[in-house]
């Protein structure tokens, strides 16, 4: 921190990300100071500095899969949350509308994910500052014997979770992810914790061998129908479908993939533009299919994220490609914008 001030990075337009400086804020009884550590790259961040999503607005002090150390803390701080505990960041939320009592956090009503929060200048939550003071509740703590860049994927790892939750996953369902980038991964591996047997569906030949590298079943799509070989591998088809690719072809191939009753479709990926599903109401009626729509994460999807991490339940480590430091972020934004990349982290300290 150089005197009062911290640096951040920002998107100010399409394909320019730059560090910005600003005054840290007065902090407050229950806020806690957080020298930031890593802040990784998510495919929100990457498709807006791509241009495919302008509407969340510039400038942007985005990022949101952030973790670090607390420095300090306000007198009302809850004493678990000590002085040299790594965290990970989540979103602010006010705590009393109707989401956030059930514990629906993202979908608070009075806080914007992506709003104006912090600023009256920049939108998003300042995942890219080296240093930020936020309110103590918006945070998880996250084990210090596992990287910062590890911790960062709790904000991932959580909205994988509670879309699995949603699933009711029993032993050996029959699970098909199509899509094996960083949150196709994810989601394998979170449902390979429930004993479901997990194939996962995928053309480009790098992220092919990373998927067979963490021990899954993969159909490669350059050399198999994937609708065929499900079919064949199992009695009538997949129990579940879980879309992470937001294309439509990936949606029109879990419709092809599901069983011909009680099939469930998790629509895990956006897509932009927005992709089609060509599918009619008697289709769903007379097939008694489940399409599960998923967004976002609850408070207990973030602790037990945060849990999976910590004692490496999930193992995340092999989902970080390459590591820039702050300076170098638009460098960071286009590696990550690079077709079969996984996770980029950004470090946010020079001797980190």
Not at 3 to 20: I, Q, R
Not at 141 to 149: E, I, Y
């Amino acid at each position: 921190m150089k005197g009062n001030n911290f640096k951040f990075g920002a998107l100010v337009e399409k394909e320019k990300a730059v560090v910005k400086e600003l005054p840290l804020p007065e902090m407050k009884n229950d806020d806690v100071l957080i020298k930031q550590l890593v802040c990784n790259i998510c495919t929100t961040d990457y498709q807006q500095w791509q241009g495919k999503r302008e509407h969340q607005g510039y400038p942007m002090a985005g990022g949101h899969e952030a973790a670090g150390i607390i420095i300090d803390k306000g007198p009302n701080v809850s004493e678990e949350i000590k002085i040299g505990d790594q965290v990970s960041i989540i979103y602010d939320y006010c705590g009393e509308c109707t989401e956030c009592k059930k514990g629906k956090i993202t979908n608070c009503k009075n806080i914007k994910q992506f709003g104006k929060n912090y600023s009256d200048t920049y939108y998003g939550i300042f995942g890219f500052a080296n240093y930020f003071i936020r309110n103590s509740k918006s945070i998880v703590k996250v084990s210090n014997d596992v990287s910062a860049s590890e911790a960062g994927f709790v904000e991932p790892l959580s909205s994988v979770i509670r879309g699995i939750k949603k699933l009711n996953l029993e032993k050996d369902d029959y699970v098909v992810i199509i899509g094996a980038g960083t949150m196709g991964l994810l989601n394998a591996l979170v449902a390979r914790t429930y004993s479901a047997k997990v194939v996962i569906s995928e053309r480009n030949p790098k992220k092919v061998k990373k998927a067979k590298e963490l021990g899954f079943q993969v159909v490669d799509v350059n050399l198999h129908n994937p609708v065929e070989v499900i079919k064949e591998s199992s009695v009538e088809g997949a129990d579940v479908v879980i879309v992470a690719v937001g294309t439509t072809s990936a949606n029109q191939q879990a419709l092809d993939m599901i069983k011909p009753s009680e099939g469930k479709i998790l629509f895990f990926a956006a897509g932009y533009p927005s992709p089609e599903l060509n599918a009619d109401s008697n289709f769903i009626h007379y097939k008694e299919s489940e399409f599960i729509g998923t967004y976002g994460s609850s408070l207990n999807d973030f602790k037990d994220a945060a849990d999976f991490i910590s004692s490496k339940k999930i193992d995340v480590s092999s989902l970080i490609e390459e590591t820039f430091y702050l300076e170098n972020i638009q460098t960071a934004f286009k590696k990550a914008s690079t077709r079969g990349s996984y996770r980029v982290s950004v470090k946010l300290h020079e001797e980190e």
